[in-house]
């Protein structure tokens, strides 16, 4: 079965033919998903260990199964973002823009998705 993937999504075979692993090359590096078609099931991760899902039955199941983990993929990069730091300000998200942009060190500048009002 040949699936339409978004662009700059790529399809890996996995050693058995029911796994699947799809790739987003995103600007900041890869982030992939796994899908398992024998146990009708998705996780993020590659090579993550997946748990069979119920809802993938019938006709359509298969494209259903693929829409919906492309969607878990995408999740964290299309919702809102917010601060991911630690109480003590530590952050290891790998999207935060604090360490892309090297601070606070740079400039003092407090986390700009921090919408918490602690005042």
């Not at 006709?59 to 983990?69: I, N, S, T, V």
């Amino acid at each position: 079965m040949t699936m339409q993937l978004p662009d700059g999504w790529e399809r890996t075979d996995g050693v058995f033919a029911w796994i699947v692993y799809l790739t987003w090359r995103r600007d900041d590096g890869p982030v992939s998903v796994t899908i398992d078609e024998k146990k009708r099931g998705y996780a993020v991760g590659y090579g993550a260990y997946v748990r069979p899902m119920s809802g993938y039955t019938g006709r359509g199941w298969k494209e259903a199964l693929y829409a919906d983990a492309i969607k878990a993929l995408r999740k964290p990069w299309e919702d809102p973002p917010t601060c991911h730091a630690a109480r003590d300000g530590e952050c290891f998200w790998h999207l935060c823009p604090q360490l892309r942009d090297n601070e606070p060190g740079k400039s003092g500048r407090h986390c700009p998705l921090d919408m918490g009002d602690d005042e």
